[in-house]
């Protein structure tokens, strides 16, 4: 089973920012697009953001649209997103996943969690002051 691996949460004051790392150890991201959701307990998890392989193309939440920024280095075989501008609103548990399924990601289309095969473990954000 592949496992991905998130870094690079924290904690942070309204208005901060932090950039979150996705690694695959063992496994090329390269070929597929890469999704980041996020979860806060009792609530469903929410896609945040997609980039693609081929293309680079990218989708954001409309929550998060101009804030965040995902990018791609796959001579590293790392995924990043990027959050500033953070509110107490994004706090939560932020995953990134692989979507066997495609190489690009559908225009204004949410990420379809499902088609993520897999997943890393989370890695915690937390905003406040």
């Known amino acids: 089973q592949v496992q991905l691996v998130e870094s690079g949460g924290g904690l942070v004051q309204p208005g901060g920012s932090l950039r979150l790392s996705c690694a695959a150890p063992?496994?090329?991201?390269?070929?597929?697009?890469i999704g980041w959701f996020r979860q806060v307990p009792g609530k469903e998890r929410e896609g945040v953001s997609c980039?693609?392989?081929?293309?680079?193309?990218?989708y954001y939440a409309d929550s998060v649209k101009g804030r965040f920024t995902t990018s791609r280095d796959n001579a590293k075989n790392t995924v990043y997103l990027q959050l500033n501008s953070l509110k107490p609103e994004d706090t939560a548990v932020y995953y990134c996943?692989?979507?066997?399924?495609?190489?690009?990601?559908?225009?204004?289309?949410?990420?379809?969690?499902?088609?993520?095969?897999?997943w890393g473990q989370g890695t915690q954000v937390t905003v406040s002051s």
């Open positions: 996943a692989a979507n066997l399924m495609r190489s690009t990601c559908p225009v204004g289309a949410t990420p379809i969690q499902h088609e993520y095969a897999y």
């Open positions: 063992g496994f090329t991201l390269d070929y597929y697009a």
């Open positions: 980039i693609g392989y081929s293309d680079g193309s990218t």
